[in-house]
C-alpha cells in the first residue's frame, strides 16, 4: 500500500499517449492551424475553411484574453518554490495561431482581410500588454498584404483595414496616456 501523499501525488497524474490541451494551450491551436494549412493547399484550395479556422482561433483568443495569466510558480505556505510549469506566452498564441496561416494566405486576399478584422476585434478587447503583439501581427499582416496582393482594389480594400485599426491603437494610446 503507497502511503497517503504518494497515492495523492498518482491519482493527480494523467499518463497518456497524446497531449490534451489541459497541458498545453498551444496544441488545439496548432491542430487548427494544420486544418487552416491544408485548407489553403492549393491541391485543396477552401478558403472557407481557413476562415472559419481563422474565426474560431480568434473566438479561442479573446476567450484567452479574459482569463489572466496562468499561474506557472507554485509555493508552499512558507513561500519555497515548489513547482514551477512552463506556460504559453500570449505572443506565443498570437504567433502559433495567426504566422503559418498569414504565410499561407499570402497572396489571397479574402484570408488576408478576414486575418486583420479578426486582428482588429482582438485590438479592440486588449489590454495595454495584449495590444502590442496584436498590432505586431496586424502589421505583419499589412506587409505580407503589400508584398503579395497584385490586384488595387483587393490590396487597398485589406490596407484600409490595417490603417484603420492602427489610427484607433493609436488613438487608444493617445487617450490612455492623457487619462
Request: charged share 25%.
Amino acid at each position: 500500500m503507497k502511503p497517503p501523499l504518494e497515492e495523492s501525488i498518482t491519482e493527480a497524474i494523467v499518463i497518456g499517449a497524446s497531449r490534451t490541451p489541459i497541458q498545453d494551450i498551444e496544441y488545439p491551436i496548432r491542430q487548427l492551424v494544420e486544418i487552416a494549412l491544408r485548407a489553403l493547399s492549393p491541391g485543396v484550395n477552401d478558403p472557407f475553411t481557413a476562415i472559419a479556422v481563422i474565426d474560431r482561433l480568434a473566438g479561442s483568443i479573446a476567450t484567452i484574453m479574459t482569463r489572466g495569466e496562468p499561474q506557472s510558480v507554485w509555493q508552499d505556505e512558507n513561500d519555497v518554490v515548489r513547482m514551477l510549469l512552463p506556460t504559453a506566452s500570449f505572443d506565443g498564441i498570437l504567433d502559433a495561431a495567426f504566422n503559418q496561416i498569414r504565410q499561407a494566405g499570402a497572396g489571397q486576399p479574402a484570408i488576408l482581410i478576414c486575418l486583420v478584422d479578426r486582428l482588429d476585434q482582438l485590438l479592440g478587447q486588449a489590454n495595454e500588454r495584449q495590444a502590442k503583439p496584436i498590432m505586431r501581427h496586424i502589421e505583419r499582416t499589412r506587409a505580407t498584404v503589400e508584398e503579395s496582393v497584385r490586384d488595387d482594389s483587393d490590396r487597398t480594400a485589406c490596407l484600409t483595414r490595417a490603417d484603420e485599426a492602427a489610427r484607433m491603437q493609436s488613438k487608444a494610446d493617445r487617450d490612455e496616456s492623457s487619462g
